[in-house]
């Protein structure tokens, strides 16, 4: 059982450029979410999912969005990134309103 | 929607001693409080969490203390240890159902 996993582990990407972060959790959680997590600022959510066919937007939601076809996956995708989405981004997964478990991180780096 | 705010940013003390953490939140509806740590280039992890029902939750060395009357609650550690050093969230579950992270409190535990 790997949990909750996360693809890629960091990239550098020019600005202007399309890219698309994984997320899928194993552990049949219904929610869903995502986060960037910056340098004195803490998390904040970009976007959740309640459960498979459902997204809402967080507190930072332009520039990305998301789709959840099915309960595993919560793949983040970021049109044309820019110098501010330079960021560590969490995925993580919660039954319910339930404990909230993190994945790894991505550690993006937009040039 | 919700705000949450985390005292102090930073904070040492001497092994052995007391650590308190401090957060205040806006939100009238909350009632579920986790507190993450995060060590250096890893993934947040719950170390304890308080529901409304309850004033105060232990677990060993780590406590936690809920006034919802003052809308605040805060994170206790006692005997502290150097391999308590990290960087520690306090979260609050508003109206909206979605977590909301204090700004974070990098611990150093001085041996």
């Known amino acids: 059982i790997a949990g909750i996993t996360q693809a890629p582990t960091s990239q550098i990407l020019a600005a202007g450029r399309r890219m698309t972060l994984r997320c899928t959790q194993d552990?049949?959680?219904?929610?869903m979410y995502w986060y960037r997590q910056d340098l004195g600022l803490g998390l904040r959510l970009i976007h959740y999912s309640n459960t498979a066919g459902t997204t809402g937007k967080g507190e930072v939601p332009d520039g990305y969005s998301v789709s959840r076809a099915n309960t595993d996956d919560f793949p983040l995708t970021l049109a044309s990134a820019v110098p501010s989405q330079t960021s560590v981004y969490f995925c993580?997964?919660?039954?319910?309103?339930?404990?909230?478990?993190f994945g790894p991180g991505t550690r993006l780096t937009v040039l | 929607g919700e705000n949450v705010e985390q005292h102090p940013s930073t904070l040492s003390v001497q092994e052995g001693d007391s650590a308190v953490i401090k957060c205040t939140y806006s939100?009238?509806?909350?009632?579920?409080f986790p507190w993450y740590k995060q060590e250096l280039g890893k993934r947040p992890q719950l170390i304890i969490d308080?529901?409304?029902?309850?004033g105060e939750k232990k677990d060993q060395r780590i406590a936690v203390t809920l006034n919802k009357t003052a809308k605040h609650f805060s994170l206790h550690i006692t005997e502290t240890q150097p391999e308590d050093s990290a960087v520690y969230f306090c979260?609050?579950?508003?109206?909206?159902?979605?977590?909301?992270f204090g700004s974070g409190t990098q611990l150093t535990v001085l041996p």
């Open positions: 979260a609050s579950s508003g109206s909206a159902r979605q977590l909301t």
């Open positions: 552990m049949r959680h219904n929610a």
């Open positions: 308080i529901r409304s029902n309850v």
């Open positions: 993580a997964s919660s039954q319910g309103t339930d404990t909230q478990y």
């Open positions: 939100d009238s509806a909350s009632n579920y």
